[in-house]
T-cell receptor, first 118, second 115 residues
Framework: DADVTQTPRNRITKTGKRIMLECSQTKGHDRMYWYRQDPGLGLRLIYYSFDVKDINKGEISDGYSVSRQAQAKFSLSLESAIPNQTALYFC?????????????????FGPGTRLTVL | QKEVEQDPGPLSVPEGAIVSLNCTYSNSAFQYFMWYRQYSRKGPELLMYTYSSGNKEDGRFTAQVDKSSKYISLFIRDSQPSDSATYLC???????????????FGQGTILTVHP
């Protein structure tokens, strides 16, 4: 089974609708992230969470909200979807490996949700 | 100007070729440099990472960092059709710890290796 799962994998919705994307992980990591990927723009961070009580905005949080229901679950909501939110959305997790200069916050990504807003 | 620039390609090479993928960046605080590989309809997965300047080799893959030029490269030797994917560079100013090791990604380069 995949360590990081996302549901749904594909979604088509209409402008103005509320939509929730869900992410679950079995890696036991404390840190979780939501990104969106657009052609020519790479991955951009929407929100991140270091633990259940810690939620932080990323670089493009406007129009989005999140909920960290448990260590293993992190949901992304679009309160009123608009066409320019059409994108590929990825959830990721990480578990900081230590204080060594050779450690890094390696992130593990889910398979993505392709969202189309008409 | 983006903090990280990566030529999106697409890049098409014959099997067995040496592939060079590159990123430039403007933030001199970046110390951690990563390459992620993303297959079609999949999430990115970490391929290699390096700290500060220098080279790192892993099988057919070599990552190079030149901090003086703010330039990083990924070389793939003896490329295979299975290497066909999007390659994203990513960089961070710190390793995480008590703060978030924010990753800044390049746009990604689409690579196709044809038999």
């Amino acid at each position: 089974d995949a360590d990081v799962t996302q549901t749904p994998r594909n979604r088509i919705t209409k402008t103005g609708k509320r939509i929730m994307l869900e992410c679950s992980q079995t890696k036991g990591h404390d840190r979780m992230y939501w990104y969106r990927q657009d052609p020519g723009l790479g991955l951009r961070l929407i929100y991140y969470s270091f633990d259940v009580k810690d939620i932080n905005k990323g670089e493009i949080s406007d129009g989005y909200s999140v909920s960290r229901q448990a260590q293993a679950k992190f949901s992304l909501s679009l309160e009123s979807a608009i066409p320019n939110q059409t994108a590929l959305y990825f959830c990721a997790t990480s578990d900081f490996g230590g204080t060594s200069a050779l450690s890094t916050d390696t992130q593990y990504f889910g398979p993505g949700t392709r969202l189309t807003v008409l | 100007q983006k903090e990280v620039e990566q030529d999106p390609g697409p890049l098409s090479v014959p099997e067995g070729a040496i592939v060079s993928l590159n990123c430039t960046y403007s933030n001199s605080a970046f110390q951690y440099f990563m390459w992620y590989r993303q297959y079609s309809r999949k999430g990115p997965e970490l391929l290699m990472y390096t700290y500060s300047s220098g080279n790192k080799e892993d099988g057919r893959f070599t990552a190079q960092v030149d901090k003086s030029s703010k330039y990083i490269s990924l070389f793939i030797r003896d490329s295979q059709p299975s290497d066909s994917a999007t390659y994203l560079c990513a960089m961070s100013a710190n390793a995480g710890g008590t703060s978030y090791g924010k990753l800044t990604f390049g746009q990604g380069t689409i690579l196709t290796v044809h038999p």
